[in-house]
């Protein structure tokens, strides 16, 4: 079946560390993205990519990196320099849209990254 | 700027008891509305997809529609299965294929056996 895969499910990060969130989608799909979700807020765009070797900066990107090497797979970074990381993140992926046509993004199940 | 609202926060039903959500959105230029299931620890759904006032969805107890300034969620005889938060969200310019979504916050809904 396809879909997307995101791993690990549960991570944990201590102070200073980078750690990398995986995102995977055969779905073959173009487009892709990374969102973060908080109690009491809506999804928070924070970097999407509507193409191989391409990624703009979303909503709130500081503090995070992506890479868009290939089409199935958009990683994300939580750097050092990102203060508040604790939350829910979600890949999602979608055609990539033309011509005024639209589609939904379908999501993976996510991961929670806390604090140690 | 532009805002996507969704009411009320949070509704509980009995089984068999229908009722509506709302999502209102004060944006410019909408180009299409998305309801999403989302479950405890796991990524949105996606339920439907409406592009234009008038237009209706239906998916088993769920209906959707539209008008020029909001969408509803109907569910009708709602079962415990149901109870899950929908999150709204509106697509709002197709600027060189990229798709801007801005999500509300969602209705956590739970039914009650």
């Known amino acids: 079946d396809g879909g997307i895969t995101q791993s690990p499910k549960y991570l944990f990060r201590k102070e200073g560390q980078n750690v990398t969130l995986s995102c995977e989608q055969n779905l073959n799909h173009d487009a892709m993205y990374w969102y973060r979700q908080d109690p009491g807020q809506g999804l928070r765009l924070i970097y999407y990519s509507q193409i191989v070797n391409d990624f703009q900066k979303g909503d709130i990107a500081e503090g995070y990196s992506v890479s868009r090497e290939k089409k199935e797979s958009f990683p994300l970074t939580v750097t050092s320099a990102q203060k508040n990381p604790t939350a829910f993140y979600l890949c999602?992926?979608?055609?990539?849209?033309?011509?005024?046509?639209?589609?939904?993004?379908?999501f993976g199940d996510g991961t929670r990254l806390s604090i140690l | 700027e532009d805002q996507v609202t969704q009411s009320p926060e949070a509704l509980r039903l009995q089984e068999g008891e229908s009722s509506s959500l709302n999502c209102s959105y004060t944006v410019s230029g909408l180009r299409g509305l998305f309801w999403y299931r989302q479950d405890p620890g796991k990524g949105p759904e996606f339920l439907f997809t409406?592009?234009?006032a008038g237009e209706e969805k239906e998916k088993e107890r769920l209906k959707a529609t539209l008008t020029k300034k909001e969408s509803f969620l109907h569910i009708t005889a709602p079962k415990p299965e149901d109870s899950a938060t929908y999150l709204c969200a509106v697509q709002l310019t197709n600027s060189g294929g990229y798709q801007k979504v801005t999500f509300g916050i969602g209705t956590k809904l739970q039914v009650i056996p």
């Open positions: 409406l592009y234009s």
């Open positions: 999602a992926s979608s055609i990539r849209v033309s011509g005024g046509s639209n589609q939904p993004q379908h």
